[in-house]
């Protein structure tokens, strides 16, 4: 009976001893496929990170260009080089808010912008005395007739005498 024991001993020993090749081979495996795996998902994310890095410039690079076509839209409106955007908007701003001295102040006139505004303002105050009544309507005239001629003059003619020429009044 002790023989049968030890060789029941020494099968269940070998067994054993296969039993744990296997799972070292097996676990080999599984260390070798995680290394390809964690390779895999290196090479993976340094691509993302790659994509991400282009389109992170791109997306400067149109931001940075949206933004110049903004600016010179901007300056184009606002005052271009051959001030003809400077003369509509002056003689639009002249007709509308004109009383209050906005197209002197577009054009840099803050001397004679602060005379319509002031001389609005004594009027608004004077209206209680009724006399005012009379004197409001005298800048807003002022601003529809500069206006008028702002807008009827031809661009050349308009950017030589009130841009270049800095004729202040009508």
């Given at each position: 009976?002790?023989?049968?024991a030890?060789?029941?001993?020494?099968?269940?020993k070998?067994?054993?001893?296969?039993?744990?090749?296997?799972?070292?081979?097996?676990?080999?495996?599984?260390?070798?496929?995680?290394?390809?795996?964690?390779?895999?998902?290196?090479?993976?994310?340094?691509?993302?990170?790659?994509?991400?890095?282009?389109?992170?410039?791109?997306?400067?690079?149109?931001?940075?260009?949206?933004?110049?076509?903004?600016?010179?839209?901007?300056?184009?409106a606002?005052?271009?080089?051959?001030?003809?955007?400077?003369?509509?908007?002056?003689?639009?701003?002249?007709?509308?808010?004109?009383?209050?001295?906005?197209?002197?102040?577009?054009?840099?006139?803050?001397?004679?912008?602060?005379?319509?505004?002031?001389?609005?303002?004594?009027?608004?105050?004077?209206?209680?005395?009724?006399?005012?009544?009379?004197?409001?309507?005298?800048?807003?005239?002022?601003?529809?007739?500069?206006?008028?001629?702002?807008l009827?003059?031809s661009?050349?003619?308009?950017?030589?005498?009130?841009?270049?020429?800095?004729?202040?009044?009508?």
């Amino acid at each position: 009976m002790a023989d049968k024991a030890e060789d029941a001993f020494d099968s269940a020993k070998e067994k054993a001893k296969d039993l744990g090749e296997k799972a070292s081979e097996k676990f080999e495996d599984a260390k070798e496929a995680t290394k390809e795996f964690a390779h895999d998902a290196k090479e993976k994310a340094s691509e993302f990170a790659e994509d991400a890095k282009e389109a992170a410039s791109d997306f400067a690079e149109e931001a940075k260009k949206t933004a110049n076509e903004f600016t010179e839209s901007a300056k184009e409106a606002f005052g271009g080089a051959g001030g003809e955007n400077k003369k509509i908007l002056a003689g639009i701003l002249a007709i509308v808010l004109g009383s209050l001295g906005v197209h002197k102040f577009i054009l840099g006139y803050q001397k004679e912008g602060f005379i319509l505004l002031g001389f609005t303002l004594i009027s608004w105050v004077l209206v209680c005395l009724v006399i005012g009544a009379f004197l409001i309507y005298i800048p807003m005239l002022i601003g529809l007739i500069e206006g008028i001629i702002y807008l009827t003059k031809s661009d050349e003619e308009f950017y030589n005498t009130y841009q270049v020429g800095r004729k202040p009044w009508f």
